[in-house]
């Protein structure tokens, strides 16, 4: 199985050109035909949590077609940050995109507290099967939080993956985590980051990959885009810039 982890700069609220940045980088994935592909935390719209729900009504008139074409093209399941509609906040959510371009979304379901202002929390999980084998999604903060580990622990996963939006630092302080949840569980675990400023801080990259050993497999550069390629049969990464 492969998996694309696209670690990327968001303009804040500029959904066109952030549109269009994630369009160059599955162009980029056609010649390696991933399984999934994976983007940082709000990606769409950027970290911004003040400006999220006003986003919902022009994220909703953005033409997504592209984005569906290529979960055809790729054979690829397409998971894409953006804040969705909820009761009376936005959700911090990933839009996902299957291969048969049926579409449903996940919401991140638990909130750090300086979030609660701006969202509302997410109800369901949701886990991918893709060439038999079943990927749980995260968002940021939720995927330290002792309730997703033991969700981790009775549902035992082939995979997690991690959309985050973090600092170099707090992105750093998380591997010694993510390596023994890893471990503890036998699971491969992916961390999504983005780069640049969002918010009041700046995001730090790293996107990392670590295998069922705990053993980190690759990382990207703090401030630079790019994709890392896993391979989970061939235990491999590959960066592609």
């Given amino acids: 199985m492969n998996v694309a982890l696209v670690q990327l700069q968001a303009q804040p609220g500029n959904l066109e050109y952030n549109l269009a940045n994630h369009l160059n980088w599955l162009r980029k994935l056609i010649p390696f035909q991933p399984n999934l592909v994976v983007f940082p935390e709000l990606s769409l719209s950027g970290y911004e949590p003040s400006l999220a ?57 638990f909130l750090h507290a300086d979030e609660f202002p701006f969202f509302e929390q997410g109800k369901e999980s949701y886990t991918a099967t893709i060439k038999n084998k079943t990927i749980k999604p995260t968002i940021c903060y939720e995927t330290f939080t002792p309730q997703i580990a033991e969700e981790i622990s009775n549902e035992q996963p082939d995979m997690v993956i991690a959309s985050v939006a973090k600092t170099e630092e707090s992105c750093l302080n998380s591997f010694n ?35 069922t050993a705990g053993e980190q497999l690759g990382m990207l550069p703090y401030n630079k885009e790019g994709i890392l ?10 960066i592609i810039p």
Avoid: C, M
Wanted: overall charge positive.
């Fill in 53 to 109: 729900k006003n986003l919902l009504e022009p994220l909703n008139q953005l033409d997504y077609s592209q984005i569906e074409e290529f979960a055809t093209q790729l054979n690829s399941e397409i998971w894409l940050g953006l804040p969705i509609p909820g009761l009376n906040k936005s959700k911090i959510g990933l839009r996902i995109t299957k291969a048969d371009e049926t579409l449903t979304h996940y919401a991140k379901r």
């Fill in 177 to 211: 985590y993510l390596k023994k949840l890893a471990t503890k569980t036998s699971l491969g675990l992916g961390i999504v980051n983005a780069i640049g400023p969002n918010d009041s801080y700046v995001s730090g990259g790293l996107t990392s990959f670590f295998n």
């Fill in 229 to 238: 390629l896993i391979d989970t049969l061939q235990n491999t990464t590959k």
